[in-house]
């Protein structure tokens, strides 16, 4: 989880933030404000911002010191741990509210449900968030992953919201609920190139590749009229843990 380090800056920056509200359906959810929250692979604090309104003591878990720096300098009043989750010891009794956003895929798909239901006390809640980035002309959409394909036909997508399914499929918390924020986010040539920059696959390709798909990205953008505009989905995935006998998928309905 550590391969943003080298982009750290870059990912501060230009990497959008969380909705607010999400605060407000942790607490909801939750049945009150929690004693305490932990959030897994924090980066550099763009969902700390959000958690912080839930007013509850807030340790965060981050495995790189450059990510971790711009997190502390941010978030000063948080506990930092720089580790890993498979590191970090949970309190006696565990946590009241476990968080994870955009680093769900980064751990051990075969223990993270697990090991995140051994770390939250009981009826406490997992709380997973994570942004879909998507094109709200699809006509942009359809250039830009053909482009992508063409480059590289390797790459795959995960379906939208999989960790919603992989929660309720590996069944260690009950009542699972999910909610959804959509929002536009118009980007610039540069601002679109510095967010692709960021990207777990772009930071795995080679420098050639890397600057193979920065040029042809560049290029769209030029004929799209110098501007992308992003359809921007956030989820928000909670479970409670409960008893092992069994597991609730219930949805709640998505919001505009």
Known sequence: MDVFGSVADLYDT????????????????HGGTPAS???????????????????????????DPRMAALLAARHPGVRLHVSTFDQWSPPAGGVDVLACAMAWHWLDPATRNARARRALAPGGTLAVLGHRYDYTDPGQRAAIRSALHALDPTVRERPTDWFHQD????????????????RELPLDRQRYLDLV???????????????????????????????????LRTTLVLGRAGRRTGHAGRQRSDRA
Do not use: M, N, W
Request: net charge negative; charged share 20%; aromatic share 8%.
């Open 14 to 29: 230009v990497r959008p933030g969380y909705p607010p509200e999400i605060a407000g359906e942790i607490v909801a959810y």
């Open 37 to 63: 929250v932990a959030e897994i692979g924090a980066g550099t604090g763009k969902a700390t911002t959000a958690l912080a309104r839930i007013g509850a003591p807030l340790t965060c878990i981050e495995p």
């Open 167 to 182: 929660i309720v499929d590996h069944g260690q918390f009950v009542d699972v609920r999910q909610e959804v924020f959509r």
């Open 197 to 231: 920059r960021t990207f777990g696959p772009y930071l795995s390709r080679s420098p050639e590749q890397q600057r193979a798909g920065l040029t042809v990205l560049g290029r769209l953008v030029d004929d799209f009229g110098g501007t992308v505009l992003l359809d």
